[in-house]
């Protein structure tokens, strides 16, 4: 039986290849006539995880999705992380280890591609910047794996 690894040892063995988009979206009616005006300063986006593991088990993606609604509009952003490990297959972590990867470095790593992307794409959309506050460490957290693989 294989010995379960703790966090250290995933940090210790990890590292981030990329970070890509697999959406960048912002819809505004036509004929909304709001265009340039400012956006809301109290946003309450909703966060989805994904995760998938490469075939030979040393590599893993996580994405965060992003939705948010706006005056007038709405937005979805999912950013990806990839991180590929160097000696060490996933199967050796547990779902927890896992988790607490995604909350502790995944979530910090994401954090200001998420916000820079929301403030672009709004941008250009709704001709206003729609700038997220700060992401603190715990305040996008998730409880639990996703079984879907990031697109």
Sequence with gaps: MTETRDIHTLLDD??????????????????????????????????GLTIGFREDRRAFRIGISTELEVTDGEVAIEVIA????????????????????????????????????IASVTQRVFGSALTMPVIRPGDINFGQLSNEAPS
């Design 82 to 117: 990839e991180y590929e490990l160097e000696q060490i297959l996933v199967d050796e972590f547990s779902d927890d280890v896992m988790l607490d990867f995604v909350n502790r470095v995944a979530v910090m790593t994401l954090a200001p591609y998420i916000r820079e992307a």
């Design 14 to 47: 990890a590292e981030l290849m990329g970070v890509t988009f697999s959406e960048v979206s912002a819809r505004r009616p036509r004929g909304v006539a709001n265009f340039n005006q400012p956006l809301p300063s109290e946003v309450s986006p909703t966060h």
